[in-house]
């Protein structure tokens, strides 16, 4: 295949429309293959700008003539054209690792099982309020590769997935942050934690010695497989459980971010982010700013002035005296244990859905302690029941979002909290975690 320059791209959204226009930017020939249906505002744009794609089918001979492939992190690497590909000895590549190919900007790439979106949007909003030209990309803003494309950046804050990592192989992270590893994905993984490990330690690839590594030293299996690794990169460890050779640490209700000696503290209690789970998002945040040398007078601000994004632990309103919480993007347990963690009131928990194997006992504890009652959002429900069925007496099922609020409404009582936090997928009952937390909003103000 010397000199081919045909790519195909495997997936037809965000990033896989980012890519076609970079790489006919850069002269190659371009095809999209979607296996399923193509959300129209991208099928319009691929017949506005004339690329050639199909939908509904992979068609083999066009694809097994490209010289890279391009996939979706959402395709999984054991789907049957992805195998093929593989014996054709094709390379296999992610928009990110493709997009890094032509940008020198600097980037501050952020992963973990949980965390990872509200630590960048921090990250990047803490760069704007600096005045730098920064983008936003991977799982969240635009893709990557249509602003190399278009409008490239001095620095870009990059929210990457495991499977993001997974096609990464050349790309190198200037400023990697790694908040936390628990298990979740692993039918991707073999069921194999050590392979899920493996992934998010992609993270710190390919880094330097001039390179920074900012990562949760109260996780244990973060803090093992460091101890495992020699990581050439500057460490830059983060807690609130110790303080000694923390970069960033809590101390008398005071957040502590130490870079070279210059010394950043906040009260806990000006931080517009609140709980356990969002006091390690800003250290993570606060240090990469950091590094960068942003004033600290700007990190304060951003910090007590930042607006938390759409469904996690989102306020919705009070109704006579009952807070509703929407924390939809919680699909995972870990999620969940966050979120009923930093509550402070009598909670009713709407939770439910898809099953992601889940193992709840993590969750008893918490449950037994601050939830009242149960409201179950799903189409089985008996994973829940057994879970928690001798803690709370109160469980109910319900199978719409406008059921599970106004039963949550007439459980709770002044003072209480509604949260919607499932610990579930959505594709049950919903399109997916934003459809789901849409209608639970739309409930609310229904009452």
């Known amino acids: 295949m010397k000199g081919n320059k045909k790519i195909v791209i495997l997936g037809a959204g965000e990033s896989g429309y980012g890519a076609a226009v970079l790489g006919r930017s850069k002269g190659y020939d371009v095809f999209i293959s979607d296996m399923g249906v193509i959300k129209e505002e991208y099928r319009d744009l691929l017949v506005k700008d004339g690329f050639r794609f ?66 960048t949007m921090l990250t ?15 799982n969240v803003g635009k893709s990557f590769a249509l602003q190399v494309a278009q409008q490239d950046y001095d620095y870009y804050v990059l929210e990457l997935s495991s499977f993001q990592l997974d096609g990464m192989f050349t790309f190198k ?76 640490f809590v101390k008398d209700n005071q957040l502590n971010i130490n870079i070279q000696n210059q010394l950043l503290h906040m009260s806990i209690f000006d931080l517009a982010l609140q709980g356990k789970h969002n006091l390690y998002n800003s250290m993570a945040s606060g240090i990469a700013a950091r590094v960068i040398d942003i004033r600290k007078d700007t990190v304060r601000e951003s910090f007590s002035d930042f607006k938390n994004i759409e469904h996690r632990l989102e306020h919705v309103m ?98 209480d909290v509604v949260l919607l936090s499932p610990a579930c997928a959505s594709f049950d009952l919903f399109k997916n975690y934003e459809d789901r937390g849409w209608q639970f909003k739309k409930a609310v103000k229904s009452l």
């Open 318 to 415: 009070t109704v006579h005296g009952i807070e509703f919480i929407n924390d939809s993007k919680a699909t995972n347990v870990n999620s969940s244990w966050y979120a009923l963690e930093c509550m402070q009131k009598p909670i009713v928990w709407i939770v439910g859905g898809v099953d992601k194997g889940n193992d709840y006992a993590n969750l008893r504890e918490l449950v037994r302690t601050k939830v009242k009652a149960i409201v179950c959002l799903g189409t089985d429900n008996d994973k829940i029941h057994e879970a928690f069925g001798d803690l709370v007496t109160d469980i109910v099922d319900t199978k719409s979002a406008l059921e599970a609020v106004k039963i949550s409404y007439e459980k709770g009582r002044k003072g």
């Open 173 to 248: 992270a200037d400023i990697a942050v790694l908040l936390n590893i628990t298990p979740d994905h692993l039918d991707r993984y073999e069921y194999k934690l050590q392979n899920y490990v493996d992934s998010k330690f992609r993270i710190v690839q390919n880094q330097t010695a001039s390179d920074t590594f900012i990562y949760c030293a109260d996780d244990a299996i973060i803090e093992a497989e460091i101890s495992k690794r020699n990581i050439p990169s500057t460490l830059l460890p983060f807690s609130i459980q110790k303080e000694k050779g923390m970069a960033a």
């Open 124 to 138: 990047y909003h803490i760069l704007q309020k600096a005045g730098l030209k920064v983008g936003l990309a991977g």
């Open 54 to 119: 199909e939908e509904g089918k992979h068609s083999e001979q066009e694809i097994l003539s490209a010289s890279e492939v391009i996939k979706s992190p959402g395709i999984p690497d054991k789907a049957g054209i992805i195998k093929k590909i593989n014996e054709k000895g094709i390379p296999v590549i992610s928009e990110i690792e493709f997009a890094g190919r032509y940008t020198n900007s600097k980037t501050i790439c952020i992963t973990g099982t949980n965390g990872k979106t509200t630590t």
